[in-house]
């Protein structure tokens, strides 16, 4: 005799045909026991297959939407034309008949899924190259605003951004340069007391710091330090709606946000450039002194005449398109973070990496336009 708390089908042979009688609770509390789902799955399995089965649904005392779907799927994903149920769970089957099969998703061919990729990543670069050169444009109009009426110039603005980006830089340059022209000296002036060469290693730490070490070095922590706290102070006005209430208040975006900092860059980064540059220098010398015995005096009076000044003023322009360029990349990404902190986050991170990079390839374009100056 069935269990009344556990459900069970029995097979009845009629005269003209077999009835399956579904019994006792079919929801998930009875259907999870493993002894039910065994006897049910077992009674499944011994079901004449060619033969026209009615099912009797009349002596279920519960049903639920688990029941309804294990009975679905004995019927082969369709409703049974024979079936007696009761019409409290009627809408049980109905919703699974109105809901049809589950349609996969077509299989896409893996080439076309990678020229898509492809043509996205494209669309997306060529986007921030249109915004990029609006930006530069809008620069121009507002700095030729700026140069006719100064007296109406963000001065302020000016002056906040020069103390932030480039007096509470000199900490951290001054000690990375430091220990930098410790490095670069130290192990320099071993590949130089093996060939008997210790005098010129004024020249290569003159040349290698002055020319290229000083502002790349500049450049990438100016980036990290300041280009991230520009592009997140851009995205945090943009959260709060700033950014808006700006142009409702008739403030454009290029004069007062972007103006500024591209002009504390230009000057600031210069003057970083030569505070990075003394102070690898000096931790030149300090290991020089201590690992070749050169005094500093002889460094000192050596360096003008081992690199020539054409290097410095090279150095010194490096710092102007450097930290121009890093105050664009901050701007743009920060003008195009989208109001959500996730997008801030990832704005930030992208800018800082693009600044670097435009850093780096600006530096080779110095490189192959002055190759044969100042040697």
Same mark, same amino acid.
């Given at each position: 005799?069935?269990?009344?708390?556990?459900?069970?089908? +029995? #097979?009845?042979?009629?005269?003209?045909?077999?009835?399956?009688?579904?019994?006792?609770?079919?929801?998930?509390?009875? #259907?999870?026991?493993?002894?039910?789902?065994?006897?049910?799955?077992?009674?499944?399995?011994?079901?004449?297959?060619?033969?026209?089965?009615? !099912?009797?649904?009349?002596?279920?005392?519960?049903?639920?939407?688990?029941?309804?779907?294990?009975? !679905?799927?004995?019927?082969?994903?369709?409703? +049974?034309?024979?079936?007696?149920?009761?019409?409290?769970?009627?809408?049980? $089957?109905?919703?699974?008949?109105?809901?049809?099969?589950?349609?996969?998703?077509?299989?896409?061919?893996?080439?076309?899924?990678?020229?898509?990729?492809?043509?996205?990543?494209?669309?997306?670069?060529?986007?921030?190259?249109?915004?990029?050169?609006?930006?530069?444009?809008?620069?121009?109009?507002?700095?030729?605003?700026?140069?006719?009426?100064?007296?109406?110039?963000?001065?302020?603005?000016?002056?906040?951004?020069?103390?932030?980006?480039?007096?509470?830089?000199?900490?951290?340059?001054?000690?990375?340069?430091?220990?930098?022209?410790?490095?670069?000296?130290?192990?320099?002036?071993?590949?130089?007391?093996?060939?008997?060469?210790?005098?010129?290693?004024?020249?290569?730490?003159?040349?290698?710091?002055?020319?290229?070490?000083?502002?790349?070095?500049?450049?990438?922590?100016?980036?990290?330090?300041?280009?991230?706290?520009?592009?997140?102070? #851009?995205?945090?006005?943009?959260?709060?709606?700033?950014?808006?209430?700006?142009?409702?208040?008739?403030?454009?975006?290029?004069?007062?946000?972007?103006?500024?900092?591209?002009?504390?860059?230009?000057?600031? *980064?210069?003057?970083?450039?030569?505070?990075?540059?003394?102070?690898? #220098?000096?931790?030149?010398?300090?290991?020089?002194?201590?690992?070749?015995?050169?005094? *500093? +005096?002889?460094?000192?009076?050596?360096?003008?005449?081992?690199?020539?000044?054409?290097?410095? !003023?090279?150095?010194?322009?490096?710092?102007?398109?450097?930290?121009?360029?890093?105050?664009?990349?901050?701007?743009?990404?920060?003008?195009?973070?989208?109001?959500? +902190?996730?997008?801030?986050?990832?704005?930030?991170?992208?800018?800082?990496?693009?600044?670097?990079?435009?850093?780096?390839?600006?530096?080779?374009? $110095?490189?192959?336009? $002055?190759?044969?100056?100042?040697?």
């Amino acid at each position: 005799m069935p269990n009344p708390e556990s459900p069970s089908l +029995t #097979l009845v042979q009629g005269e003209q045909q077999f009835t399956v009688c579904a019994d006792g609770p079919w929801q998930v509390h009875a #259907l999870a026991r493993p002894a039910a789902i065994t006897q049910i799955r077992s009674s499944l399995d011994q079901l004449p297959k060619d033969a026209a089965l009615h !099912w009797d649904l009349s002596q279920v005392t519960g049903l639920d939407h688990i029941g309804a779907q294990l009975l !679905w799927n004995a019927w082969g994903r369709t409703r +049974t034309p024979q079936l007696t149920v009761a019409p409290a769970y009627e809408d049980y $089957f109905k919703r699974l008949e109105e809901a049809g099969p589950l349609a996969l998703p077509e299989h896409q061919d893996n080439h076309w899924l990678s020229m898509a990729a492809m043509s996205g990543v494209l669309h997306d670069a060529l986007d921030h190259v249109r915004g990029f050169v609006a930006l530069i444009g809008q620069l121009a109009l507002d700095t030729g605003r700026f140069a006719a009426r100064p007296q109406r110039g963000p001065w302020q603005e000016i002056s906040a951004s020069i103390f932030h980006i480039g007096y509470q830089a000199l900490g951290i340059t001054a000690l990375v340069g430091f220990l930098i022209g410790v490095v670069l000296s130290y192990l320099s002036a071993q590949q130089l007391h093996t060939f008997g060469g210790d005098v010129y290693l004024v020249n290569l730490l003159g040349m290698s710091i002055i020319r290229e070490l000083g502002p790349l070095l500049a450049a990438v922590l100016v980036a990290g330090r300041s280009g991230s706290s520009i592009t997140a102070q #851009l995205g945090v006005m943009r959260v709060t709606e700033e950014l808006d209430a700006m142009l409702v208040m008739g403030l454009p975006h290029g004069f007062r946000l972007v103006l500024p900092k591209v002009l504390a860059l230009a000057v600031s *980064m210069p003057l970083l450039v030569i505070w990075t540059d003394a102070m690898a #220098l000096l931790g030149g010398m300090a290991a020089a002194k201590l690992e070749l015995g050169l005094s *500093m +005096t002889y460094f000192v009076h050596s360096l003008p005449d081992a690199v020539p000044i054409a290097n410095y !003023w090279i150095g010194i322009g490096k710092g102007v398109v450097f930290g121009s360029l890093i105050a664009l990349v901050a701007c743009h990404f920060g003008l195009r973070i989208k109001p959500d +902190t996730e997008s801030l986050g990832r704005g930030t991170t992208t800018s800082v990496v693009n600044a670097i990079t435009i850093v780096i390839i600006a530096d080779a374009v $110095f490189a192959i336009v $002055f190759n044969g100056v100042g040697f």
